[in-house]
């Protein structure tokens, strides 16, 4: 069996190595063919959005709104998607049965 201290260590400075990923990770995702595109860091906060300008007249303001919506919630997906990518290998990185 291996060390337990061991593999402890490593298991941190993999959650480390991750937690930095993460950081950096910028998404980018769109919704209604491109109409509203969300940026958006690994840590989901929202960095930027970008609005074709047809959807700015007050008629389109609920398409909007859906769109919007539509957009945060696909680049918060992924943002979980890509996490959930870099943990997967995290316990076999480990060398632990069963993960």
């Known amino acids: 069996m291996p060390n337990l201290n061991k593999l402890l260590k490593q298991a941190q400075k993999m959650q480390e190595q991750v937690q930095q990923e993460m950081e950096a990770l910028v998404i980018e995702e769109s919704a209604g063919g491109g109409m509203v595109t969300v940026r958006m860091s690994g840590q989901k906060q929202i960095l930027k959005v ?38 997967g290998g995290l316990g076999t990185g480990l060398g632990l049965p069963g993960m």
């Open 50 to 87: 970008t609005l074709d300008p047809s959807l700015l007249v007050p008629s389109e303001k609920e398409m909007l709104e859906d769109l919007l919506v539509a957009a945060v919630n696909q680049a918060a997906r992924k943002v979980d998607e890509t996490l959930q990518d870099k943990l």
